[in-house]
């Protein structure tokens, strides 16, 4: 099994940043693409972000030039770079990792429990 736990949320106001942090432990699958998702009270679960085994990423246009998301396989670990930062970016981020399992092949998927991000005016 994978456990995720995310950590880096906090309180910041607008312009500032943040660092996420994800961190993946378990033996028994292996990590491919992750993710990372945000929601706020009333509000869908929104994709903010994905990159591949591979390190391709990509990006919700309301991110572009001020999120960055990177991973660290040898860690099983990825970050969420935030920068300028919005009121409208408040959420609970989770993070979400595809996974497949060593022993049979098939397929698998893990949620973090989510970090408070609160950008205040």
């Known amino acids: 099994q994978v456990q995720l736990v995310e950590s880096g949320g906090g309180l910041v106001q607008a312009g500032g940043s943040l660092r996420l942090s994800c961190a993946a432990s378990?033996?028994?699958?292996?990590?491919?693409?992750m993710e990372w998702y945000r929601q706020a009270p009333g509000k869908q679960r929104e994709l903010v972000a994905v990159?591949?085994?591979?390190?391709?990423?990509n990006y919700v246009d309301s991110v572009k030039g001020r999120f960055t998301i990177s991973r660290d396989n040898a860690k099983n670990t990825i970050y969420l770079q935030m920068n300028s930062l919005k009121p409208e970016d408040t959420a609970v981020y989770f993070c979400?990792?595809?996974?497949?399992?060593?022993?049979?092949?098939?397929?698998?998927?893990?949620w973090g429990q989510g970090t408070q991000v609160t950008v205040s005016s």
């Open positions: 990159i591949t085994s591979g390190g391709v990423t």
């Open positions: 979400h990792a595809h996974l497949i399992s060593i022993k049979s092949g098939g397929t698998a998927e893990s």
């Open positions: 378990g033996i028994a699958l292996r990590i491919n693409d």
